[in-house]
Nanobody, 121 residues
Framework: QVQLVESGGGLVQAGGSLRLSCAAAQGTFNWFTMGWFRQTPGKDRELVARIGWDGRSTTYVASVKGRFTITISRDNAKNSVLLQMNSLKPEDTAVYYC????????????WGQGTQVTVSS
């Protein structure tokens, strides 16, 4: 069973950057599609970006395109997935979750505990 651990969240000023990292505390997710989600109080968790097992396929959801510059990447040798976020805005404040799915279009079934991102104005 893969266990995911996120890190890299914190407090940043508007316009700043953060890089979130997801690592496997147990097992490996080298063959999984990986995704980053975010959730704010009272709202559903939403997909931010996902990346295929080999890093060749990526998807960025429309709600974050143009709002801030984001890049999802992975290093299977290090068993890690990164989410680089630039030009952050206060409305990007949320808990960000890393998740794994068996295939690119499959449901995400393994979740990390989340990391808080707070963007101050």
């Amino acid at each position: 069973q893969v266990q995911l651990v996120e890190s890299g969240g914190g407090l940043v000023q508007a316009g700043g950057s953060l890089r979130l990292s997801c690592a496997a505390a147990q097992g490996t997710f080298n063959w999984f599609t990986m995704g980053w989600f975010r959730q704010t109080p009272g709202k559903d968790r939403e997909l931010v970006a996902r990346i295929g097992w080999d890093g060749r396929s990526t998807t960025y959801v429309a709600s974050v395109k143009g709002r801030f510059t984001i890049t999802i990447s992975r290093d299977n040798a290090k068993n890690s997935v990164l989410l680089q976020m630039n030009s952050l805005k206060p409305e990007d404040t949320a808990v960000y979750y890393c998740a794994a799915a068996l295939a690119y279009g499959s449901e995400f079934t393994v979740w990390g505990q989340g990391t808080q991102v707070t963007v101050s104005s």
